[in-house]
């Protein structure tokens, strides 16, 4: 259903719970009969860079890029007080994510300025793909992008598509930063190989590194823990010194169910009733 129907049957007692927008969670949470749950999820909200592209291709350029955006600010676009970062290609609820992981872009105007200068940017047009589905942050995002990249002097645009159009640029590589999700991905391997790989078979691939590629071929088939963990952490910090694409934060699950609802919890596989009971 539609999210005013849904947020209409909360408040009336129609239903009991739902997954709610983070735009009706304030809201809802004020109501004395309503609580509000939200768990993060393995979904990644992303930046798509396209390295093919002549202007997009400088890799001080990109660096800049994730240096000027302050994630905090662009979360809060969408969750408000809800959500928080993550800048890793790992999602924030693995084991996998550890120390190395938490440490990501930064926000630095100062940095991202020098960069610029050091990339030879002069003012060249960059056009961010958006849409305006109310279920992701896709247009949210992209416009508290591109007020921060103008602050800094990158000519930032935005192009607002159906889903449609945008997915099908998005599987020709045809765009040179796209506002965008990549569905849940649980094992690092998985996770890693979801945009790695090279372009020329594989245009949607953001990632086209054949060095990284053999790194993430050995994940795959690395059983030891640990090793796995170096092989995690590795690939991490070149994602995030290549700048590919830029990983801005992780999706929430918020539901929002009566009071009489006791001993829910959101959970990655959605709704889970298991010794959830209904009070008189």
Do not use: C
Request: hydrophobic share 40%.
């Amino acid at each position: 259903k539609d999210p005013a129907t849904v947020k209409a049957g909360l408040v009336s007692g129609a239903l009991d719970m739902a997954e709610i927008l983070p735009s009706d969670a304030a809201e809802l949470k004020k109501n004395p009969k309503l609580s509000v749950a939200a768990e993060p999820n393995a979904v990644r909200h992303v930046f798509l860079i396209q390295t093919k592209d002549a202007v997009m291709g400088n890799q001080k350029l990109r660096q800049a890029i994730a240096a000027a955006l302050d994630m905090d600010e662009i979360v809060a676009s969408f969750y408000n007080d809800l959500g928080k970062p993550n800048t890793s290609p790992i999602y924030s609820g693995s084991s996998y994510f550890g120390e190395v992981e938490k440490k990501g872009h930064v926000y630095d105007a100062a940095r991202a300025k020098k960069l610029l200068q050091e990339a030879g940017y002069k003012g060249e047009k960059i056009v961010i793909l958006a849409n305006k589905r109310p279920t992701v942050p896709s247009f949210p995002a992209a416009v508290v992008a591109q007020q921060m990249l103008q602050s800094v002097g990158i000519n930032a645009e935005i192009e607002v598509l159906d889903w449609a159009t945008q997915l099908d640029r998005f599987n020709k590589g045809n765009y040179q930063m796209q506002s965008f999700s990549f569905s849940a991905r649980f094992d690092p391997a998985i996770a890693f190989e979801q945009f790695s790989g090279p372009k020329d078979k594989q245009p949607r691939k953001t990632w086209d590194n054949p060095e990284a590629q053999k790194q993430i071929d050995k994940l795959y088939v690395t059983s030891d823990r640990a090793e796995r963990q170096k092989l995690v952490d590795e690939l991490h910090r070149r994602v995030i010194d290549e700048v590919p694409m830029i990983f801005a934060f992780n999706g929430l699950d918020i539901i929002a169910h009566a009071k009489r609802v006791q001993g829910f919890k959101p959970w990655q596989s959605k709704l889970r009733m298991w010794e959830v009971t209904l009070a008189n």
